[in-house]
């Protein structure tokens, strides 16, 4: 068991001094793998953010239902009764005019107008959670509550929130086939880095099979090598993604202040980031186990 | 370490059967592609301990039988059995283990010229995973074998020719083997450093290792007084005690 430690201590303290024996090369070959991991994750971050501020508005069809000016209590009651008795209505919630103008007060710049209004314009409304997404009922639903008595406007409103997360879906997609093509482009990176260390020191390797090496002796300083890119490239990376999310952050948060919102671009939790940087390594191990498999078994030593 | 028996030393023929074989190749023929054969229906013995030279011209196909011998090539015909191994038989996985009883000296070295002589020595010791602790201590005995103790810091490419052989030597029996295939150890050397050399494997044998050694040097061959298989076109002409 100590002896096995020391040749995994020996093979990492091999693997190290071969990255810092090439300072440079190995700095530019840890930056190119932290770019091609920092587009495809840092995209997905932003599409999370998004996601998560589309989440924040309900993308479920909501439906206002707006009275005429002076309906009294008993015109209330019988409008709700009725909306409730529709099948694709889940839940009518009613809005006296009194509290929408309270609302539309905290709207900057609309309090004054209200205010130099001589009585207040908004109806009494519904606000209607409704049990489908299919937009001939939900239009089919807006003609007959249209139609009623007392009932001044009918207006369906969620187009928007659902284009965002139809948006954010295609995002998602995106992101995911681009960590795929980026993974693959990481996985080419190290695997090249590695085919190039063993060709270099392929006298040395055969020299160490002719005198008793097995397979796992020979890969394992490789594999470490690789480990160890690929962990420093996913620290690059998320390096990139923290000081690329802080610069978007305020960009982002002036832009969403105008259309009266605040987008907020998520801080990366750490246990992403640490499952981020395992993903890094253990695609860096892959590579290198495929390239120092493929050496290996391009010389047979008989 | 094996001790060497007096009925060893002694290597006569009609005691050798009930010695103990190390290395036997019964029929073994040796063909590459293009239709050039190297051997040719060799059969062989080589007893534990025994220390034997392969000698012949070059091309006469000295070097792929110490190939064959550490399992580095596979016989196109016949059967080749290394300290009761089949090698034919054995699996990938279990080579290293059996080359790790060898001990080979390369006609070119193949010395690793960006580590220094102590590293070059621990090479097959690191690879066997012994222990830290042990190293140094078979490293600095091989290198003291061999006359080149106090050197562990120097790198090969200020080594000499004989030095850098030695150093070969060295690697070869840092781990104790208990065959030592040398091929041309002496090629590159002038022949006082050939005889010397050649001293060096009288030593290892007389202390019970298996030495098999192909040269064409004739003072090699007086100086050890080994047994001899003659070969020539890939055959066994003669075996001479």
């Not at chain 1, 939790?269 to 940087?277: K, N, S, T």
């Not at chain 2, 044998?205 to 080994?226: C, E, F, K, S």
Request: charged share 20%; proline share 5%; glycine share 8%.
């Amino acid at each position: 068991m100590k002896n096995w430690i020391t040749a995994h201590g020996a093979a990492l303290s091999s693997a190290l001094r071969r990255l810092v024996r090439r300072p440079f090369a190995s700095l530019f070959e840890i930056f190119v793998l932290g770019l091609a991991l920092a587009l495809p994750a840092g995209l997905y971050v932003t599409v999370e953010s998004v996601r998560g501020f589309a989440n924040q508005h309900p993308s479920d069809p909501e439906v206002s239902v707006f009275l005429s000016l002076g309906v009294t209590s008993q015109d209330v009651a019988i409008v709700r009764e009725r909306l409730e008795a529709l099948a694709d209505v889940q839940q009518a919630v009613f809005i006296p005019r009194q509290e929408a103008a309270k609302s539309l007060r905290q709207s900057p710049g609309l309090a004054e107008v209200l205010d130099a209004l001589p009585e207040n314009p908004l109806p009494d409304a519904f606000v209607l959670r409704l049990g489908t997404q299919d937009p001939s009922r939900i239009d089919a639903l807006r003609g007959e509550v249209g139609g009623w008595p007392k009932v001044a406007l009918v207006q369906a409103d969620s187009g928007w929130t659902r284009k965002v997360n139809a948006g954010v879906r295609i995002a998602q997609t995106v992101a995911l086939l681009l960590g795929l093509m980026f993974g693959v482009a990481a996985l080419a990176i190290t695997f090249n880095t590695i085919r190039l260390q063993m060709l270099d020191r392929r006298g040395e390797i055969e020299l160490s099979r002719l005198i008793g090496a097995t397979d796992g002796y020979i890969r394992r300083p490789y594999l470490y090598l690789g480990g160890l890119q690929g962990l420093l490239g996913g620290v690059v990376a998320v390096a990139i993604i923290l000081a690329g999310t802080r610069a978007l952050d305020k960009a982002l948060s002036d832009f969403s202040v105008a259309y009266g919102t605040q987008v907020k671009i998520s801080a990366v939790p750490w246990e992403y980031a640490a499952g981020f940087l395992g993903v890094s390594a253990l695609l860096g191990g892959m590579a290198a186990w495929l390239a120092s498999s493929r050496h290996l078994w391009a010389r047979p030593l008989r | 370490m094996i001790e060497r028996s007096p009925a060893i030393a002694s290597n006569e023929t009609g005691s050798r059967a009930a010695l103990e074989a190390m290395i036997r190749f019964e029929n073994v023929d040796k063909r590459y592609p293009g239709g050039i054969t190297a051997l040719q229906n060799v059969s062989l013995r080589i007893d534990k301990g025994e220390l034997v030279v392969i000698a012949g011209p070059s091309g006469a196909g000295k070097s792929t039988l110490l190939n064959l011998m550490a399992a580095i090539e596979h016989p196109s015909a016949g059967r080749v059995c290394v300290n009761g191994e089949v090698l034919q038989d054995l699996r990938a996985r279990s080579l290293p283990y059996l080359r790790r009883q060898f001990g080979l000296v390369f006609q070119d070295h193949r010395l690793l010229f960006d580590r220094n002589v102590f590293d070059n020595v621990a090479l097959p010791l690191r690879i066997a995973l012994f222990s830290r602790g042990d190293i140094p201590q078979r490293v600095r005995a091989a290198l003291d074998k061999v006359g080149l103790l106090g050197r562990e810091r120097t790198m090969p490419i200020a080594l000499s020719g004989g030095e850098q052989q030695r150093l070969c030597i060295a690697r070869a029996i840092v781990h104790r083997p208990a065959i030592l295939l040398a091929d041309e150890p002496t090629g590159n050397l002038d022949p006082d450093y050939a005889v010397t050399i050649a001293d060096l494997f009288k030593s290892f044998n007389q202390v019970g290792v298996t030495v098999v050694m192909a040269t064409h040097d004739r003072a090699v061959i007086d100086r050890l007084q080994p047994r001899v298989l003659r070969l020539r076109d890939g055959q066994i002409l003669e075996q001479s005690a």
